[in-house]
């Protein structure tokens, strides 16, 4: 299950699950991952949404379980939508990928190689807000747009200008968290527990559980383009 808050302006919260047993303990394994706003959403309104595991996109083959949970993924449908104001939304341009991997013991599985096509955004799923932000990212105006249609030929506009939704030449990162076995084997090379990887978005990564079972998460996003400063856990822009 995932629990997606975005603060904004200022939100108070818990991260709370409901007990699956009333009786017995109940064990809670959890990542908290923050992922920053740009300056101009800084002070949007807060936001939460739940998404049960049911609802994300999963598939298991051959002893490995992969989950979704945001981003893309080839032969994945896609995951519930992200806030609107995150900087996970495709019109950021952020390409941001969250997934599990769950390996059987001897079993491994195949993190695609990050492909601008696969992540290109669908301009004729976006609602109006989305639209009316990709058209500015660009440069453009959608003042004169009446009706949605010319919000859509606006922003194919703004794709073929090169706005933000194609990255904008902002570095891409992508890092495995090995967090849960023994030992697995990433593009060949053993790697022992509670580790990070980080690795070539660019190259097909086979992730291989060679000591037991394995569980991994993978993080993939580019900069955010923005001078930071971090002060305890927040981080202003």
Not at 12 to 19: D, G, K, N, T
Not at 195 to 209: H, L, R, T
């Amino acid at each position: 299950d995932v629990q997606w808050m975005t603060a904004g302006k200022g939100i108070s919260h818990a991260e709370m699950f409901p007990l699956l047993d009333r009786t017995q303990t109940n064990v809670l394994e959890l990542f908290q991952i923050w992922i920053n706003l740009p300056k101009a959403t800084k002070m949007s309104p807060p936001s939460f949404k739940m998404f049960w595991g049911e609802t994300l996109p999963q598939q298991s083959n051959n002893g490995a379980e992969v989950a979704l949970i945001a981003g893309s993924l080839p032969g994945f449908a896609a995951p519930p939508e992200p806030p609107p104001d995150s900087y996970a939304q495709p019109v950021n341009g952020s390409d941001v990928l969250v997934a599990t991997v769950k390996l059987a013991a001897g079993a491994s599985w195949t993190l695609p190689a990050f492909s601008a096509a696969a992540a290109a955004v669908d301009v004729e799923t976006l609602g109006i807000n989305a639209l009316r932000e990709l058209i500015t990212s660009a440069g453009l105006s959608y003042e004169d747009c009446i009706e949605k249609s010319d919000l859509r030929v606006r922003a194919h506009e703004a794709l073929k200008r090169g706005s933000s939704s194609s990255g904008g030449g902002r570095p891409l990162h992508r890092n495995l968290y090995f967090y849960a076995g023994d030992e697995v084997s990433v593009g060949g090379k053993k790697v022992g527990s509670h580790s990070k990887i980080k690795v070539q978005p660019d190259a097909e990564i086979v992730m291989k559980a060679t000591g037991g079972p394995a569980e991994e998460l993978v993080l993939q996003g580019r900069d955010i383009g923005e001078p930071t400063v971090q002060h305890g856990p927040f981080v202003g822009n």
